[in-house]
């Protein structure tokens, strides 16, 4: 293509994939061309409230690294690094908070777009035959089976946008031994995701074996080959290493931070040897392989359009492509492909752990790979050889029809003799589409020479993209956005007219937003989202110690990324600062404060250094806690006693008919350990006890406020036996319980006004009896506590949250959070930086010698 020709050829990148995708955005009505949002998946419980926190933090110019709105707070720095440093994000400054999802939608709009104009940069500068047709390959890779599917999982679009530009360096640095455009791509791929950097990292080392083995002539023999390879070797490793190394920054604060999740946690099954699917992966070539009902279990999106898959076909065929070629070739992406298709490899491209959904993370590098393949077959201009094109047009048929047999098939075996739901369920008439367009690729492409039959060929590209993207995306029960900017002005509204600003937790107990998603709901995030500080979060980088803390108080955790502040009791109340619990109407709210919390910290006896909070029975931990505060044997909670028993058994469960005498004026709660809650029919005095939210693990459930002596009818279904009955309920004497909160109330940390997340002052009056400081501050190496002026070390309570011990007296508290590993980090990249820098200038000196 002529130079003066580039900037077109360049914008029309950019823009055939922008427009191919409104065009598939306007079928599907999502905003900004109507009233749909993607308030789906992880898209509507993550990353709207915390791309709605970071539009937050920097219009107020408060960003910070530590965030209370994070469950009981947490350092930002591994959310931040894992979901939103994207540079795309700064679109956000430019809508409202309620404006977010319709933000997020140009985002992905835009970052499409790139990954085209990337691709097309790549093709342009490795084949440098270029044309107009050559944008159908980047096309076709902008809209990807990867990105029909996983599009909404918005922070993965970058690594896609950097994997031809990393490629095109590495084979710069091949061909020139000049590293710099490899050194930044690789950096840049690390910074903005480094879960997917790290695969691009595998891919590097892949690509680079896959030059060395492309350019080795027959005669020579590895050892002597290699020798001869040895400086662009040394180099590519030295700069991947330095390039890695220099996002240390990021990358090193950010692991600390993942230690804490559960992904610290390997599982050896993950690394047994078993494939990952069988023959039914060919369906994932045609149309409409997968979809949103099945996003968390599904074979490999390997769909690159009918077109693509002709011509990755005809590589192997075409006598044009040289034989060795072929053979090197093939081992790369039969690499790719064992990433994808053998249990341990799979596990080790995704960071030794197994995908909790979404499936295949690195899919997009094979579909890179086949289409690059694809464009090579194309420059042989296959239209001169028809056989060759029918004879790649049966195979691709072939191999539909194997695939849909073979997925069928399976659905019949497991639902017929195993009787369990298979999570992949294709369906048979996306098979007839893919068909008819390979039949229709395959006779246009034989007369690709003239220009009408070229000019249907490509629409009929672009048209089974957008079909396979609005199939991906078929079942989706997209989101309202007109009633999500309105419901969320509304709440937060209502929010604001609740904050005080003294230290205190906030419950939600419903969300108004909740209106415009079309699936559950939980309001996991909505702390972020309205910047509020809560006990509920939903995430990757969720700390897994805090939530088997509140876990083991008898808080709800869905899984080990989800924590609930459904199950909080008057005690929790008191111990986690959860002031006050709001209910809303579009209309109206409701405040309830709760008198017993008593902010962020408060002197304790040091005995609470002791508890050991132990699994399945959280009541007796909040009885034990409470008294290891007090230093006494106070009992706080009591059991009821039962008066009348009768019991039954069915082939449908228990049945438990009971008659319990109160002990006391107080709560009265149930905690049963061996059952999910859901599983759990309960009725107090004829009335059913619902919860707020659906409870599929255990929970404490609050039945109700009874004064003493008063009987109780408790009817109970339940699967399985529960045991001894009365050990399963528990009422907290109120008499008791208040002065236990008079008591320690008399000596609270007082903050001082302007204190911020990161950086926290106070003051507290310690007595004689109580010479610990408790802070519902999850434990973390990152504070730095003065206490007069003096360092004093912290140490770890209850489970994972926080005790300074303190003499008695007036005292002044200084907290302040740094975060782990960041100076370090800084260190590091500096070092990394001045080292590639240094070896840089040693390579040029040596390549002028």
């Not at 002709?310 to 590589?315: D, K, V």
């Not at 596990?347 to 959904?357: A, L, R, S």
């Not at 090579?376 to 695939?403: D, Y």
């Not at 006779?443 to 070229?454: E, I, V």
Request: glycine share 6%; with cysteine.
């Amino acid at each position: 293509m002529q130079k003066s020709r580039r900037p077109l050829y360049y914008l029309l990148a950019f823009l055939l994939p922008l427009i191919t995708l409104s065009a598939a955005f306007m079928q599907l009505g999502l905003a900004p061309f109507g009233s749909h949002n993607l308030l789906i998946s992880d898209m509507g419980t993550q990353y709207i409230a915390f791309f709605t926190e970071l539009r937050r933090h920097l219009l107020t110019h408060q960003f910070s690294f530590y965030s209370f709105s994070l469950s009981l707070g947490d350092s930002a720095f591994p959310l931040f690094a894992y979901y939103l440093i994207s540079p795309f994000n700064l679109i956000l400054l430019l809508f409202k908070a309620s404006e977010v999802p319709v933000a997020i939608n140009f985002i992905i709009l835009l970052k499409i777009a790139m990954i085209g104009l990337s691709m097309a940069y790549y093709l342009q500068r490795v084949y440098r035959k270029v044309s107009l047709t050559t944008l159908l390959f980047s096309t076709a890779y902008s809209l990807c089976g990867f990105v029909a599917m996983y599009f909404y999982d918005i922070m993965w679009l970058d690594a896609l946008i950097y994997l031809p530009l990393i490629t095109l360096s590495i084979g710069h640095l091949y061909n020139t031994k000049k590293t710099g455009l490899y050194f930044v791509t690789l950096a840049l791929t690390i910074i903005t995701n480094y879960y997917l950097g790290y695969m691009t990292c595998l891919y590097a080392l892949c690509y680079f074996g896959y030059l060395l083995a492309n350019d080795k002539t027959t005669g020579d023999s590895w050892p002597h080959y290699l020798k001869k390879k040895s400086q662009s070797i040394i180099q590519f490793s030295l700069t991947s290493l330095f390039s890695g190394l220099a996002t240390a920054v990021i990358l090193l604060p950010a692991m600390l931070g993942m230690l804490k999740t559960s992904k610290e946690q390997l599982s050896l099954t993950s690394f047994l040897p078993l494939p990952k699917f069988g023959l039914d992966i060919f369906t994932q070539f045609g149309v409409g392989g997968s979809n949103y009902a099945g996003r968390l279990h599904h074979p490999p999106s390997l769909f690159v359009g009918s077109l693509m898959f002709l011509l990755l076909i005809m590589f192997f065929l075409s006598p044009q492509i040289k034989q060795h070629q072929k053979n090197t070739a093939g081992t790369f992406l039969g690499l790719i492909g064992l990433s994808l298709w053998l249990l341990p490899i799979n596990t080790i491209w995704h960071m030794f752990q197994q995908p909790n959904g979404f499936p295949f993370r690195n899919v997009y590098m094979f579909s890179f790979i086949a289409i690059s393949l694809a464009y090579q077959v194309w420059l042989t201009k296959p239209w001169h050889t028809p056989r060759l094109i029918w004879h790649s047009g049966v195979i691709a048929a072939t191999l539909l029809i194997i695939g849909y047999l073979s997925a069928n098939l399976i659905q019949f075996i497991v639902k017929h003799y195993f009787n369990v739901r298979y999570p992949f369920f294709v369906s048979n008439r996306y098979l007839l589409w893919s068909l008819i367009f390979i039949l229709l690729s395959t006779c246009l492409l034989t007369f690709r020479q003239r220009h009408l039959p070229m000019l249907v060929l490509a629409l009929l590209c672009l048209s089974e993209l957008v079909l396979n993207f609005t199939t991906a995306l078929t079942t989706a029960p997209l989101g309202n956005q007109p009633i999500y900017a309105k419901n969320y002005e509304t709440e937060a509204r209502w929010i604001k007219k609740s904050r005080v600003k003294t230290f205190y937790r906030l419950n939600s107990q419903n969300s108004l937003i909740s209106r415009a998603f079309r699936e559950p709901y939980n309001n996991y995030n909505d702390a972020a989202l309205f910047g509020f500080r809560g006990i509920s979060m939903y995430s990757s980088t969720l700390n897994n110690q805090t939530r088997t803390m509140l876990l083991r108080l008898g808080l709800f955790s869905k899984n080990d990324r989800r924590i609930s502040n459904e199950g909080t009791t008057s005690f929790t109340n008191l111990l986690l600062a959860e002031q006050k619990e709001l209910s809303m109407t579009t209309n109206s709210y409701k405040l309830t404060n709760h008198p017993e919390s008593l902010g962020l910290g408060f002197a304790v006896n040091k005995d609470l250094q002791h508890v050991k909070l132990v699994k399945g029975d959280p009541l007796l931990n909040q009885n034990h806690s409470l008294q290891s505060m007090l230093g006494n044997h106070v009992n706080y909670f009591q059991t009821l006693t039962v008066v009348q028993h009768k019991k039954n058994q069915t082939k449908y469960g228990h049945h438990y008919d009971l008659q319990m005498k109160v002990p006391t004026n107080g709560p009265l709660y149930a905690y049963f350990p061996n059952i999910p809650v859901d599983h759990v029919s309960l009725h107090i005095n004829g009335r059913k006890k619902r919860t707020r939210i659906k409870v599929t693990t255990h929970a404490n459930l609050a039945l109700g406020t009874f004064k003493k002596g008063q009987i109780i009818h408790v009817q109970l279904k339940t699967p399985k036996k529960l045991g001894k009955i009365t050990s399963r309920f528990a009422q907290l004497d109120q008499s008791k319980f208040q002065t236990a909160a008079t008591t320690l109330r008399a000596n609270t940390l007082q903050l001082q006004s302007g204190w911020r997340s990161h950086n926290l002052k106070g003051q507290i009056q310690v007595p004689a009896n109580r010479t610990s400081l408790f802070l519902s501050i999850p434990y973390d190496q990152g504070w730095r506590v003065r206490v007069d002026h003096r360092p004093i070390k912290t140490y770890r309570v209850m489970g994972n949250l926080t005790g300074v011990s303190l003499k008695p007296g007036q005292h002044h508290v200084h907290l302040t959070y740094h975060v782990p590993g960041l100076r370090l980090g800084l260190l590091i990249s500096l070092l990394s930086l001045i080292m590639y820098g240094i070896t840089s200038l040693l390579f040029h000196r040596y390549r002028k010698k």
